[in-house]
Structures are given as C-alpha cells and as structure tokens.
Nanobody
Framework: QVQLMESGGGLVQPGGSLRLSCAAS????????MDWYRQSPGKEREFVAR???????NYADSVKGRFTISRDYARNKVLLQMDSLKPEDTAVYYC??????????WGQGTQVTVSS
C-alpha cells in the first residue's frame, strides 16, 4: 500500500516560516523522485519543488530562494522549509511521488495560510 501523509501546515504571518513534512512508505521513498505541489482556490495545481532519489533539486521560479526541499532518509520523509512566506503562497500543499510507470501518487494535502 502506497501512502503519502503531509503535515505541518497552518496559519503564519507574511514573512514567517513553516516546515512541511511528507511521510512516505518505504518502497516509494527509496525509488522515487518526490515533489511538492500546491493549489489555491480557483487555480490549477502547480509545481513547487522536486528532489530526486539522488538529492538533485529544482524549484518553481516563484519560490526559488525562499523554499528548500530535502529528504530525511532515516525517517522516510520529504521536507519543505518555507521562509519569507507571502500571502500568495496560501494554498493546499500536496506531496507527490513518481509511479514506476506514468503518473504520480498523491497525499491528501495540508493547508498553508499566509495572512496578517
């Protein structure tokens, strides 16, 4: 059974920080590149960040320099450190993992709200 479980969302003021965590089942974590996506009301889901199983990362331009994706191999988790948060970062954030074939596995999402 493939499972991805996000946590760490919440309400934060502009300029603040949050760290999201995605707990992944062991087999997926070892084999897959892992992503974070987000979706705001009325908008399509958009890519945020990616980390390969070798640790190579890339980011959406909108978060580059503010967000950092990393892997905790000991705990089978993928982390997203979000700094200098802006109101436009408000969204439901989803963890995803590549399937062996086409498509991705998805978590249930965690809400991030940036507001004063």
């Amino acid at each position: 059974q493939v499972q991805l479980m996000e946590s760490g969302g919440g309400l934060v003021q502009p300029g603040g920080s949050l760290r999201l965590s995605c707990a992944a089942s062991g087999s997926i974590f070892a084999l897959s590149a892992m992503d974070w996506y987000r979706q705001s009301p009325g908008k399509e889901r958009e890519f945020v960040a990616r980390i390969t199983n070798g640790g190579i990362t890339n980011y959406a331009d909108s978060v580059k320099g503010r967000f950092t994706i990393s892997r905790d191999y000991a705990r089978n988790k993928v982390l997203l450190q979000m700094d200098s948060l802006k109101p436009e970062d408000t969204a439901v954030y989803y963890c995803a993992a590549d399937k062996p074939g086409p498509g991705k596995y998805w978590g249930q999402g965690t809400q991030v709200t940036v507001s004063s």
